[in-house]
């Protein structure tokens, strides 16, 4: 499986964003895809995960719930990360990572064995 992210751009303070990560590859649907970011100068932080099928639905980071929602359509092989009323301290460059993460470590990077490459968010003041 290979990951591709995109989406990004330049938005204002409080706007949308949706960024997508297509897979290539059959067996997508039993893999769970998290989606990281990284701001310059900081450590790589979770966002959101879709779990596979039959593992739950979606997480987020504290920082993003009410704002962000994360789905996949297995169909489509893609995953999306909705984002709504950005804010500037959410600017990063966007990761989406695929893998077979356990409930007590899908937060962390490590737990993920595929990494797509990222697309930058900027949001404006």
């Known amino acids: 499986v290979q990951l591709q992210a995109s989406g990004g751009g330049l938005v204002q303070d409080e706007g949308s964003l949706r960024l997508s990560c297509a897979a290539s590859?059959?067996?997508?649907?039993?893999?769970?895809v998290g989606w990281f970011r990284q701001a310059p100068g900081k450590e790589r932080e979770f966002v959101a995960i879709a779990w596979a099928r039959g593992r739950g639905t979606t997480d987020y980071a504290d920082s993003v719930k009410g704002r962000f929602t994360v789905s996949r359509d297995n169909a489509k092989n893609t995953v999306y990360l909705q984002m709504n009323r950005l804010k500037p301290e959410d600017t990063a460059v966007y990761y989406c990572a695929a893998g077979y993460p356990i409930r007590s470590s899908y937060y962390a990077w490590s737990a993920y064995r595929l990494w797509g490459q990222g697309t930058q968010v900027t949001v404006s003041s």
């Open positions: 590859g059959s067996t997508f649907s039993s893999y769970s």
